[in-house]
C-alpha cells in the first residue's frame, strides 16, 4: 500500500528503525447484538497484524456476549467489563483499562478486512500524525453510512464532519490522555436527546488542541447501510442523530453560516423528495432537519 503526502505536507516520522511494533487497543461497546458481535470476533481473529488488545465493555443484561469470548481467548487477549447503559459511558470504561499505543472504538455491528491493522500500522509509522481516520463500506464493499472522498486529507473543523465516523477513528494513546473521556450526554444510549456526534465532538478537539487529523481513503471498515428503508423507526433515529449533529455545532461554537448550511442540505432532500412523490423519504429529511435544528437550539 503506497501513501503520499498531502494538502500542506505530512511530516515524516523521525527515528524509524526498520518495522515499528505498536499495540492496539479496541475498546467494543456493545448491547443487545450477537450475530454481530460474534461476526466482529472472528474479523479480529483473521488479522494479519496480532499485536492488539480487544476490551469488551458489556451493556447486555445477559451472558450473551461473555460466554462468545471464550472460544477467542486463546487467540488474543480479551479484557471484559460491565458498564451502564450509553455509548460514550460504556467507551469512557474502556478507555481506563487502555495498554495500547493506539485506541480505537469499532462499532458492535462492523467488522475489520484482515489487513486493517496493518495498513494502520504502516501509516503510524511512517507519518507523524496523531490521529487517522478511513471509509466505511459495506458487505458489498459499496460506500456506506455516506459517500466518502477518494482524496486523502488532513482534516480541519468542518471537513472533520465528513472524513470520519467513529468505528473508522485511531488515535495515538498520548491524544487519547490529554482529550480525557467522550461526552456523556451525547452518543446513542445517552440520557439526553442527542443520540449521535460524539466521536465527531471528540475529535474536534482534537484538532481544537493541535492534532493531526488525518484521513485515508485506504483504510476501510466494514458497516451496513442503515438507512434502507423509510420507517418510523428510521425516521426516529434520523431526528434523535439530528439532534445530535446540532447540538455539537452548539456546543463549539459553530458559525450560523456553517449551521444554515447544515440545515439547507436535508431540506434540499425534503424539496426533491417531494417533487418526485416520495414521501416518506421526504418526512425523513423532514426528521432529519427538526432534529439538527433542535439541537443547535438546545
Excluded at 30 to 58: K, M
Aim: aromatic fraction near 14%; glycine fraction near 8%; proline fraction near 3%.
Amino acid at each position: 500500500m503506497r501513501y503520499q503526502c498531502f494538502a500542506a505536507g505530512l511530516r515524516l516520522a523521525k527515528g524509524i528503525q526498520g518495522d515499528v511494533v505498536l499495540k492496539y487497543s479496541l475498546i467494543l461497546a456493545t448491547i443487545g447484538r450477537s450475530i454481530e458481535v460474534e461476526r466482529f470476533l472472528a474479523s479480529l481473529d483473521r488479522q494479519t497484524y496480532r499485536s492488539f488488545e480487544l476490551i469488551v465493555v458489556d451493556q447486555n443484561d445477559d451472558d450473551r456476549v461473555s460466554s462468545m469470548l471464550e472460544s477467542y481467548r486463546d487467540n488474543f487477549e480479551i479484557i471484559y467489563l460491565k458498564s451502564k447503559p450509553g455509548l460514550s459511558i460504556a467507551r469512557n470504561r474502556g478507555l481506563q483499562e487502555v495498554s495500547g499505543d493506539i485506541v480505537a472504538f469499532p462499532d458492535d455491528d462492523c467488522w475489520y478486512p484482515p489487513n486493517l491493522l496493518e495498513a494502520i500500522t504502516q501509516i503510524f509509522s511512517r507519518y507523524d500524525i496523531d490521529i487517522v481516520t478511513g471509509q466505511s463500506r459495506d458487505e458489498e464493499n459499496r460506500h456506506s453510512q455516506r459517500f466518502w472522498s477518494s482524496k486523502p486529507s488532513v482534516a480541519d473543523v468542518i471537513s472533520v464532519w465528513k472524513l470520519a465516523i467513529s468505528y473508522t477513528v485511531f488515535i495515538r494513546r498520548y491524544s487519547v490522555e490529554s482529550l480525557g473521556g467522550f461526552d456523556v450526554e451525547l452518543g446513542v444510549g445517552a440520557n439526553s436527546q442527542w443520540q449521535s456526534g460524539e466521536e465527531t465532538d471528540y475529535l474536534i478537539r482534537a484538532i481544537v488542541k493541535g492534532y493531526r487529523v488525518c484521513y485515508f481513503p485506504e483504510v476501510f471498515v466494514y458497516h451496513p447501510q442503515k438507512t434502507q428503508s423509510y420507517d418510523k423507526a428510521t425516521i426516529t433515529r434520523a431526528r434523535v442523530y439530528g439532534a445530535g449533529m446540532g447540538r455539537v455545532m452548539k456546543k463549539n461554537r459553530y458559525s450560523r453560516i456553517f449551521v444554515y448550511y447544515m440545515l439547507l442540505r436535508p431540506i434540499g432532500g425534503l424539496a426533491f423528495s417531494m417533487l418526485t412523490l416520495r414521501l416518506r423519504k421526504a418526512r425523513y429529511y423532514l426528521a432529519v432537519c427538526r432534529g439538527r435544528y433542535a439541537g443547535w437550539k438546545s
